[in-house]
């Protein structure tokens, strides 16, 4: 069963620059039946590839996570040659093995928020890709996981990381977020 973690992105900006940024998050889900679009995919902007047929489907599910595991830690990829299958391209390209899910908008003058749900942890990789590719927006990203004792603050300004916090959510948090402390 899926531990969801609960994502609030703050995206701030020129007005007009924050439309065209919006406009460019909206999509699809890659598998989503119907193809009904949401305020939030991740895919938009970092189109998951779909899973090649062929021989590779073939390694264990052991070897493609020690693949991923050296992947996320810098290493060289063991079989270049061979694409991730679609989990893992996710995880290392998203942050998360899933798109976002139950997406919730918010639009003010100068700001966006944006409340989501995502597979086991937040999308970093993929809020720091959009990041680089939109610089002259701000990005707020706060998310916890109580579950794996999960909480999560990023701040990205002109595409840079200005700060990072990967911690245990404190009690305060956990009631902030509508989380009993003793219920993590």
Not at 27 to 33: E, F, K, L, M
Not at 68 to 85: C, M, R, V, Y
Not at 132 to 159: C, D, K, M, Q, S
Not at 166 to 180: C, D, F, I, N, V
Request: glycine share 10%; aromatic share 8%.
């Amino acid at each position: 069963m899926t531990n969801w973690c609960q994502n609030r992105l703050e995206v701030s900006g020129p007005t007009p620059l924050l439309g065209a940024w919006r406009a460019a998050q909206q999509g699809a889900s890659p598998g989503q039946v119907g193809g009904r679009s949401q305020a939030l995919s991740f895919h938009a902007q970092l189109p998951a590839p779909p899973d090649a047929p062929g021989p590779h489907r073939a390694r264990r599910p052991s070897d493609e996570t020690q693949r991923l595991g050296l992947l996320l830690t810098g290493h060289a990829d063991p079989t270049p040659d061979l694409p991730l299958d679609s989990v893992s391209w996710r995880i290392l390209h998203w942050g998360c093995s899933g798109d976002a899910a139950h997406v919730n908008l918010t639009s003010l003058p100068e700001r966006l928020t944006l409340e989501f749900l995502t597979p086991w942890g937040p999308p970093l990789a993929w809020l720091q890709a959009v990041a680089t590719a939109w610089p002259a927006l701000g990005f707020e990203l706060r998310g916890i996981e109580p579950g794996n004792e999960l909480y999560v603050h990023v701040r990205i300004l002109n595409g840079r990381v200005q700060h990072s916090e990967e911690r245990a959510p404190t009690g305060q948090e956990l009631l902030e977020w509508g989380y009993e402390p003793d219920d993590a």
